[in-house]
């Protein structure tokens, strides 16, 4: 086959049908279909909503009471992973058989160029989720001529009472805390906030569990003896602790590196996070820049050959844009005091 056949459109369709591993934040979210624009609408609502009235054949509808509901638009943020084209190298210079069985070695090197390039977005979208559900806000960054900075961020307008400094006896360390009527309560602010969506998940930090398991309104209460995987990844069932109260509860302790250069946690070691899983929380996928990119789609990928190092490389670019369209999906609790 020659090089000139691996076309946009072919890479493309195989980066799009390679199986996706999706992390702990990033699965609390719902892709939407890939856009012909990479402007959004970034729509937020809060919803302490009242009940509608029954109305007759002849009266006019009623909107519903309390609902607040806030637009802007934004950019969806671009990511372009650019790695060298090992299937390109191994097409040309391999000789002998296959080692992987009923596989061409060909096809298998493309597969492992894409899979590489998901591996790479994925990762971003879980970084961005992840600032999303427990900071309420993506911080933006870019960088130009090897100058990096902050050039903004996508606040979802989550309420400030949905952030939550706990004090004296309520802190998860005191043996007079109350975790499930907490747990409950926070619950109940997540239902109102979201028109009756309450919290299904809870993701700690590594000290907010340790004092989580060490506390009698769990000992007795956390069902850790039928965990099933169903549809996540081994990675991501890793993570997973069992379920208490009617709450699946999970826990991280992993970071990454900012352009900035410091070191970020997914989520703070001492803070809780409540998340009401049937919220309205998507990923939109705004149309990739590239000018090969000829329509809709959620990663667009290419090969190029460059002289100078001379080799033949691809590039992949995806648009994910998480919306958290519930602003009130998730309540973050600094369970330690101060």
Known sequence: MPLSQFTPRVLTGVINIRPVNRR??????????????????????????????????????????????????VKAPIFKPKRTFTAADKFVRSKGMTPYDHQDPLERAIAEDMDAHIS?????????????????????????????????EIDYNRPASHTVTLSGTAVWSDPSSELREQAEQYSA???????????????MGTKAFSLFLKHADVRDLLDMRNIHIGELNLHTNSLYRGNWNGLNIWTINAGYVDL???????????????????????IDYG????????????????????????????????????????????????VTEG
């Open 189 to 203: 602010m997540i239902m109102e906030a979201t028109g009756g969506f309450g919290a299904t998940d809870v993701i």
């Open 260 to 282: 900035a250069g410091k070191q970020q946690m997914f989520i703070p070691a001492d803070v809780a996070l409540f998340v009401a899983r049937d919220a309205k929380l998507e």
């Open 287 to 334: 149309l990739p820049s590239d000018l090969d990119c000829t329509g809709p789609t959620k990663i667009f990928a290419k090969q190029y050959k460059e002289n100078d190092p001379s080799a033949y490389f691809t590039l992949a670019e995806s648009r994910p844009l998480p919306q958290v369209k519930h602003a009130g999906a998730t309540v973050s609790v600094k």
């Open 120 to 152: 790479d977005i994925e990762y971003m979208k879980e970084i961005m989720c992840a600032n999303a559900l427990v900071n309420g806000k993506i911080p933006l960054w870019n960088s130009v001529n090897g100058k990096v900075g902050q050039i903004g």
């Open 24 to 73: 702990l934040f990033t699965s609390f979210f719902q892709d939407n279909a890939p856009s012909e624009t990479d402007v959004f609408e970034l729509e937020t609502s809060y919803q302490g909503r009242k009940m509608l009235p029954a109305l007759s054949y002849n009266d006019a509808g009623t909107m519903r009471d309390g609902e607040v509901r806030t637009l802007s638009a």
